[in-house]
């Protein structure tokens, strides 16, 4: 388990190798929780519509988008 400092201003320096392996980087935002006698950190990203990115993107492959809307608006029309 590794292990932090708390300095005087209580900041405390993430060790090398969680900050590889999470991919943190200068500027990073972290999410901070208590649960009981923990403190949890997680990495955000940049802007929370980053972790929608790519959902659903096997939903689509094969699928043309012009065809699908006009599939849908020809269901509107004939009352489907």
């Known amino acids: ?12 320096s ?3 190798n969680v900050r590889r392996a999470l991919g943190i980087q200068p ?6 929780e208590i649960r009981e ?5 997680r990495r955000r990203p940049a802007r929370p519509s980053e972790r929608l990115r790519g959902l659903g993107r096997e939903t689509w492959q094969g699928v043309d ?3 699908f809307v006009r599939g849908l608006r020809d269901d ?5």
């Open 37 to 41: 006698d923990m403190l949890v950190l």
């Open 65 to 67: 988008p012009v065809t």
């Open 76 to 80: 509107a029309d004939t009352g489907r």
């Open 1 to 12: 388990m590794q292990s932090a400092k708390v300095s005087s201003k209580h900041q405390i």
């Open 27 to 32: 500027g990073d935002r972290l999410s901070v």
């Open 14 to 16: 993430l060790p090398s």
